[in-house]
Nanobody, 119 residues
Framework: QVQLVESGGGLVQDGGSLRLSCTAS????????MGWFRQAPGKEREFVAR????????VVAASMRGRFTISRDNAKNTVYLQMNSLKPEDTAVYYC????????????WGQGTQVTVSS
């Protein structure tokens, strides 16, 4: 079992920044691909960003590219989402997810952290 705990959410003004963190349990974090997703009220869950197990390759959703950055520190079992130039439409619950070896999709999810951007 892998437990994922997100932190760093909160209330920020339009144009502000936040850094989300997601810390994983276990000793094999460096073998997990990690991702961030978000879900706004009344909307479907949306892909935000992903990073390979080594951290060598990242992908950010087109609508957030240039504003959001995903990174990881395998020594700390943590993946980060740096969010700059936040907009009210970025308001959502943000979830981190892990895809462990042998799985084709994310198979572990955190509980989510609320991000609210005020105009």
């Amino acid at each position: 079992q892998v437990q994922l705990v997100e932190s760093g959410g909160g209330l920020v003004q339009d144009g502000g920044s936040l850094r989300l963190s997601c810390t994983a349990s276990g000793r094999t974090f460096s073998t997990y691909a990690m991702g961030w997703f978000r879900q706004a009220p009344g909307k479907e869950r949306e892909f935000v960003a992903r990073v390979t197990s080594s951290g060598g390759s990242t992908v950010v959703a087109a609508s957030m590219r240039g504003r959001f950055t995903i990174s990881r520190d395998n020594a700390k079992n943590t993946v980060y989402l740096q969010m700059n130039s936040l907009k009210p439409e970025d308001t959502a619950v943000y979830y981190c997810a892990a895809r462990t070896m042998g799985w084709s999709d994310y198979n572990y999810w955190g509980q989510g952290t609320q991000v609210t951007v005020s105009s």
